[in-house]
C-alpha cells in the first residue's frame, strides 16, 4: 500500500506560479510510476502528468504543455508539479497518485489510497 499527502496548493493569480508536493510512504515510491491529477467541481477526475519510476519519462496533458513540470525524488520518497502561467481553468483539487506505469498523463490503476488533495484556486 501506498498512502500520500499532497501539499502546496493555493490562491494565486492568473499568469502566478505554484509548487505541489507529495509525500508518500508504505511502500518503495522507487517501484511506482507517480501521477498528478485533478478534479474541479462538476467534472471528473482527471490526469495533469504522469513520471515514470526512474523519472526519465514524463506525460502531459495536452493543456499543460509548456507551462508545467512533473518531478519526482526517490530518495526523498517525493514528487512535484510545478505550475506557472495559471490560468482559471487549471481551478481544482490536485492529487497524486501511485501506480504500475503511465498511460499518457495519466494512470489506469493506481494503487493504495487516494489522499486529500490539495485545492489550486487561480484567479482571473
Known amino acids: 500500500q501506498v498512502q500520500v499527502v499532497e501539499s502546496g496548493g493555493g490562491l494565486v493569480q492568473a499568469g502566478g506560479s505554484l509548487r505541489l508536493s507529495c509525500t508518500a510512504s508504505g511502500s518503495t515510491f522507487g517501484a511506482y510510476a507517480m501521477a498528478w491529477f485533478r478534479q474541479a467541481p462538476g467534472n471528473k477526475r482527471e490526469g495533469v502528468s504522469c513520471i515514470t519510476r526512474s523519472g526519465d519519462i514524463t506525460y502531459y496533458k495536452d493543456s499543460v504543455k509548456g507551462r508545467f513540470t512533473i518531478s519526482r525524488d526517490n530518495a526523498k520518497n517525493a514528487l512535484y508539479l510545478q505550475m506557472n502561467s495559471l490560468k482559471p481553468e487549471d481551478t481544482a483539487m490536485y492529487y497524486c497518485?501511485?501506480?504500475?506505469?503511465?498511460?499518457?498523463?495519466?494512470?489506469?490503476?493506481?494503487?493504495?489510497?487516494w489522499g486529500q488533495g490539495t485545492q489550486v484556486t487561480v484567479s482571473s
Open positions: 497518485a501511485a501506480g504500475l506505469y503511465c498511460s499518457g498523463p495519466g494512470i489506469p490503476y493506481t494503487v493504495g489510497t
